[in-house]
């Protein structure tokens, strides 16, 4: 049988088992020779050994079958396969020495060779192995390889270390860790030194000849995260790191699936902690709508909800594209999930009461709205019709058909709103807050900031002028935003579920505001290039409607905590109802007659805070022509 036609692995065990056999004789013979003191041993002597041998050789290798030796593989030789030797060699030497007393009265064996005997073989067995292992997984192959620094020397660092000198291709080679905790300053894991604090970071990539920077600290916040980004940009480095924690943890990928550092890296806050006991109880065997569930809050809500099994999970979306991708994409992940998908628009008031009275759903994500807020500034028949009739469409259903639960996902730009996106959405707010009173409905509203990379925001826009070589336009240098991811956002949204009691706004810890400048320097050195060098960063003026600085609650609205922490409330602010119900039907006519200034007039009696930021803009603007 040819070479070929052999199984790999069974050509590896019988090499090992050769080797163990080999291993046998040499172990007995050099237990007579250091017994007599490393002297020639005497032609009788030599007799007795060889004789005994014909024993020992059968019975132990016997020893080595039974106790598995050839399961293990010597590339990944550990304290397990050391364990299996050493009962195996000491199974075989007792027993080999009993049965020499039982047929030669062990003659001619000295009392003290089979000790030796037994404590050569254990060395002689386990010492190739761990040798073919430390060769093995220090890629002694001289094979050219990248010298690499590891950032953080914790678990993430050592499995990464670990699998990086297993690879039989060595196309890197770890050199030395860096970690900011002191107590590991001047250690060495697996013979790689600890060389110092993140603030080395640029002093060891030119000392060590660093080729590349791998960050292992899955669990970072986006502050360290930052200062270590800023290290190794320093360091005039290539840079990677390894997936985030919540992606090793669901098992989706592996330590040493190393990625570039993305903006989400830098902007993103650590893992929300959730009571997805609470909220499995509140949602899992209801039927719940999401509106505008092809959107970037929509879509995320509808993954997040399929994945709590509720009893029918309807979609209204007025975009088929969007509409389509989220159906097949739901379709595909959860093939059990009893799946509704309706394309429809909210301003439709008749079909979004027969939604209602079909599905009858007990829980409501209202999403769908209009969200640019330059487009909108003059649309405002537009903003108004979606955002705010839309809106009361959608709640008066909920209330007609008895739905538990109506979320209004909004805004931070509702606070104090500077322009017509802003102003909508803050009346939508209104109208739910107010309604909860006359409801056995529970209407919440659910206020959060800019999410990374949803759909018309500023991150997209950037990633495609860097990639078309820049500029890239910020409006003004002091611009700062709030930011959150998506999963965060909906997860929140759905927590504020179990929060509720009706009525309530509650706003999301965002954290600290990003400037819009950073974000833009941060995602050109991302994509490997120079601010200000390869790409330019263009100063282009506030657009209208927008604002420097973003609110997430109103100085009236006496925020207060709740039993989350990333979650806050704020004290809504009550209007007489029957003035709210004739100011939206006046807003209903005018926008059958497009009456713009009608609706201006209604819109800044219902939002008071928009006319009041408008008219100190225009005094501003005045003063300074």
Known sequence: MSRQLIPRHLRSQAVALGHDV????????????????????????????????????????????????????????SLPDILRILKAVLVGTVVSVALLFVFTRAGGVPRSV????????????????????????????????????????????????????????????????????????????????????????????????????????????????????????AADAPFRSVPQLNDLMSGNVQINHLR??????LLGRNPVSLDWQAIDAALSGKTVLVTGAGGSIGSELCRQLAGLKPARLVLLENSEFNLYS??????????????????????????????????????????????????????????????????????????????????????????????????????????????????????????????????????????????????????????????????????????TVVLSQGGEIFVLDMGEPVRISYLAEQMIHLSGRTPGADIQIEYIGLRPGEKLYEELFHEKEQLEKTAHEKVFLARHRQVDWQWLTNILEEMSEACESIDSEALKKLLNQLVPEHSERQGRQTRSEQVSA
């Open 326 to 495: 989220i159906e097949m994409e739901l379709l595909k992940a959860f093939p059990d999930l009893p799946l509704e998908c309706r394309l429809g628009d909210i301003t439709d008031r008749p079909y979004v009461e027969n939604l209602f009275a079909r599905f009858q759903p007990q829980v409501v994500f209202h999403a769908a709205a209009y969200k640019h807020v330059p487009m909108l500034e003059n649309r405002l028949r537009q903003a108004v019709r979606n955002n705010v009739l839309g809106t009361r469409n959608v709640a008066q259903a909920a209330d007609r058909f008895g739905c538990g639960v109506f979320v209004l996902v909004s805004t931070d730009k509702a606070v104090n709103p500077a322009n017509v996106m802003g102003a909508s959405k803050r009346a939508a707010e209104i109208l739910c807050q107010n309604l909860n009173a006359h409801s056995k409905t529970n209407f919440i509203t659910v206020r959060f900031g800019n999410v990374l990379d949803s759909a018309g925001s500023v991150i997209p826009l950037f990633r495609k002028q860097i990639e078309a070589g820049g500029p890239v336009t910020v409006t003004d240098p002091r611009m700062e935003r709030y930011f959150m991811t998506i999963s965060e956002a909906c997860q929140l949204i759905m927590q």
């Open 114 to 233: 089979p000790i030796i005997y037994a404590i050569l073989l254990v060395m002689l067995l386990s010492g190739p192995r761990l040798i073919y292992r430390l060769l093995k997984d220090r890629n002694l192959d001289l094979s050219p390889s990248q010298r690499v620094l590891i950032v953080g020397s914790g678990k993430a660092g050592e499995m990464l270390a670990r699998d990086i000198l297993r690879n039989r291709r060595g196309d890197y080679r770890p050199v030395a860790f860096v970690d900011d905790k002191l107590r590991r300053q001047g250690r060495e894991i697996h013979g790689l030194p600890v060389a110092g604090t993140c603030e080395a970071i640029p002093e060891l990539t030119e000392k060590l000849a660093i080729d590349i920077i791998m960050l292992a600290i899955p669990s970072a916040s986006s502050r360290q995260m930052r200062r270590v980004v800023e290290l190794c940009e």
């Open 22 to 77: 080999l291993m046998v004789p040499i172990a007995w013979f050099l237990a007579f020779w250091f017994r007599y003191n490393l002297e020639v041993l005497p032609a009788s002597y030599y007799q007795d050994a060889l004789l005994a041998l014909l024993f020992v050789l059968p019975i132990q290798l016997t020893a080595f079958l039974l106790f598995g030796l050839y399961r293990g593989i010597w590339r990944f030789a």
């Open 260 to 265: 570039s550092v993305s903006i989400e890296d």
